[in-house]
């Protein structure tokens, strides 16, 4: 099993970027598909995740990420608008198959990360 995560860079306060995370070897519409973040220095945090068609997000991006999937290309997406600098962070894209792992800040596959930086 493999999750590849990409579309992280630099970008400016107030920027969008969209981070993809495909999958391999699993199916992702089974599973609870979310991203985390570990910004420099400190622990990991939960940052979205999906199931079916129903989302969830804490407070810290609410309303300026969005957590969406392409099943037919075992795809999931988060666009993440309104950036900043307090969102740079390793982005991380994980799969939970009970839906009971993410609410602990784990899970039982992991990607690699992916780099976003936000600068003003």
């Not at 999750?3 to 391999?24: D, K, M, W």
């Not at 939960?46 to 392409?70: M, W």
Request: charged letters at 20%.
């Amino acid at each position: 099993v493999q999750l590849v995560e990409s579309g992280g860079g630099l970008v400016q306060t107030g920027g969008s970027l969209r981070l993809s995370c495909v999958t391999f070897g699993l199916t992702s519409s089974s599973y609870f598909m979310a991203w985390f973040r570990q910004p420099p220095g400190k622990e990991r945090e939960f940052v979205a995740v999906i199931k079916n068609s129903d989302t969830y997000y804490p407070n810290s991006v609410k309303g300026r990420f969005t957590i969406s999937r392409d099943d037919a290309k075992n795809t999931v997406f988060l666009q993440m608008n309104s950036l900043k600098s307090e969102d740079t962070a390793v982005y991380y894209c994980a799969a939970d198959q009970s839906g009971r792992r993410w609410r602990r800040g784990d899970a039982d596959y992991w990607g690699k990360g992916t780099l976003v930086t936000v600068s003003s």
